[in-house]
C-alpha cells in the first residue's frame, strides 16, 4: 500500500477507501461476501474523472467548439487512455483479484484497468476532497494533451502564437456570410491579418466557422496538414 501511495503521491488518511478501490468483484465474490468490491467506487469515479477532464478542457481551450471538445474529452478518457494511465503507477500489481481472474491475466485487462483506475479517483476524492482528485487527474491529463495525437486542435490558439511572435502584428475574425433556413445556418468566417484576409472557413456555428478559417490560414502558411 504504502509503495502505490508513494507512487501516486497521496496518503489515505482511511486506508479502506484504497483497499475497497483496489478489489475487484472476483475477489470479494471468493472470499468475502462482506467485503466491498470497487464497483460503485468506480461508479463515483467516472462522473468525478468528468467534471474534472471537462472543466479543465472548457477553461483551458476556450475557443474549440462544442462538439469538438466532448470528441476530445471522450478520447481522453476512453478505455485505452485510462488503462495507460493506470499502467503508468503499475496499478494491477496492487489489484486484489480472484484465483481465476489472476490467472487469466486480470491485471493486465484494459477493463479491469480502467475501472480500478476510475475507483482510485474516487477513493481519493472521497479521501482527501475534489482539488487532491483533480491534482491528481491532471497530473496524467496534461501530459495527455500535450502527447494526444488526434485530429481535434484549437486552430485558434495555434494561430494566434504563430502570431504573437511578432508584436505588430495582430488577428481578427470577421463573418462574412451566413446561409440555410434557421434551424440548420452554415456560417463563412475571415481571419484577418492586420486588414488582410488570411484565412476563410464555414462551419455550422459561428466558433467552428473560425477554426476552419484559422486552420485555412496555417494551412496556407505551411504549418499545417490539410488532413489534420
Known sequence: M?????????????????IEALTHSSYANEYSRNLKSNERLEFLGDTVLSLISGQYLFENYPDMPEGELTKLKASLVCTNSLMGFAKQINLGDYL???????????????????????????????????????????????????????????????LQ????????????YVFVGESGPDHNKVFEAEVRLNSNAIGRGKGKSKKSAEQAAAKEALILMGLCDEEI
Open 2 to 18: 504504502e509503495a502505490l501511495e508513494s507512487k501516486i503521491n497521496y496518503k489515505f488518511k482511511n486506508r479502506s477507501y484504497l
Open 96 to 158: 486484489f483479484l480472484g484465483k481465476g481472474e489472476k490467472m487469466t491475466g486480470g491485471a493486465k485487462r484494459p477493463s479491469i484497468l480502467e475501472d480500478a483506475f476510475e475507483s482510485l479517483i474516487a477513493a481519493i476524492y472521497l479521501d482527501g476532497g475534489l482539488e487532491t482528485a483533480r491534482s491528481f487527474v491532471l497530473s496524467f491529463l496534461k501530459p495527455a494533451l500535450e502527447n494526444h495525437r488526434t485530429s481535434f486542435k484549437d486552430y485558434k490558439t495555434i
Open 161 to 172: 502564437e504563430v502570431i504573437q511572435q511578432n508584436p505588430d502584428q495582430s488577428v481578427n
